[in-house]
């Protein structure tokens, strides 16, 4: 093969590389389910899924919610709405993998991933909540495994972290608009764009890493 076919082929795989992580940056600082402190529409009867991140940190961002509650209110009024720990049931406190990297027998690297609440609300098809601006709040108590730096630095020696479990309250609130007339969510379209893209150019992606090989061997 010629040289400048397999500058070409690399070219092309190097603006893959840059578009894959350009979407994947994209997708983390994009997310349509974060609070932003905006009042947000919603249609009376829709279920709405909340991403909310914490501060706290544990092995593979498990944790355990107890206690939820979740009320709209309105002025003095206000009216229980059901919710769902959408993650509580596929974490397992007791299969927990831990991997710390050290340097020259100190850690590095903790293990720990920020915590991330995934939460389903129900909003009532109650007529007289129609067009009032109300406010969701949310509160629970978080549970999660954690260790700090003496217990990494002992795990990382003897291949098992002794871990205890913490427990915080936590709360959120969102303000929100029950309407019919929802307008259509731009963002989420455009996530959905990006999303089509990365795995499109990964495709491609894959294809030019295997001619280029091919190019190279020959």
């Known amino acids: 093969m010629s040289k400048p076919e397999d ?3 690399g070219a092309g795989c190097f603006i893959v590389i840059l578009i894959v992580v350009g979407c994947l940056i994209f997708l983390y600082f994009q997310n349509p389910n974060s609070v932003d402190g905006q009042r947000i529409s919603l249609k009376p009867g829709s279920s709405w899924n909340l991403n909310l991140e914490t501060d706290a940190g544990s ?3 498990v944790y355990r919610l107890d206690n939820i509650e979740a ?3 309105d002025g003095t009024d206000s009216i229980k709405i059901g919710v769902v720990d959408r993650d ?3 974490k397992d406190f007791n299969n927990i993998e831990v991997e710390i990297v050290t340097l020259k027998g100190v850690p590095v690297i903790s293990g ?3 915590i991330v609440i995934n939460l389903k609300f129900d909003i009532p098809e109650n007529e007289g909540w129609i067009q009032r601006e109300a406010t969701i709040n949310f509160r629970a108590e978080v549970s999660y495994p954690y260790y700090d730096i003496v217990d990494a630095t ?6 098992s972290v002794d871990m205890k479990t913490l427990s915080t309250p936590f ?4 303000d929100i608009l029950i309407t019919d007339d929802v307008p259509e969510d731009n963002d989420l379209l455009i996530r959905r764009a990006v999303v089509i893209l ?3 150019t990964i495709l491609v992606g894959i294809i030019l890493f295997f001619r280029l090989k091919k190019e190279i061997d020959e």
């Open 112 to 114: 720990k991933e920020d």
């Open 88 to 90: 509580t049931l596929s």
């Open 7 to 9: 500058d070409r082929t």
């Open 171 to 174: 709360q959120s609130q969102q």
């Open 154 to 159: 002992v795990g990382s020696m003897t291949g």
């Open 71 to 73: 009320y709209l209110v």
């Open 198 to 200: 990365l795995g499109v």
């Open 59 to 61: 092995p593979n961002g």
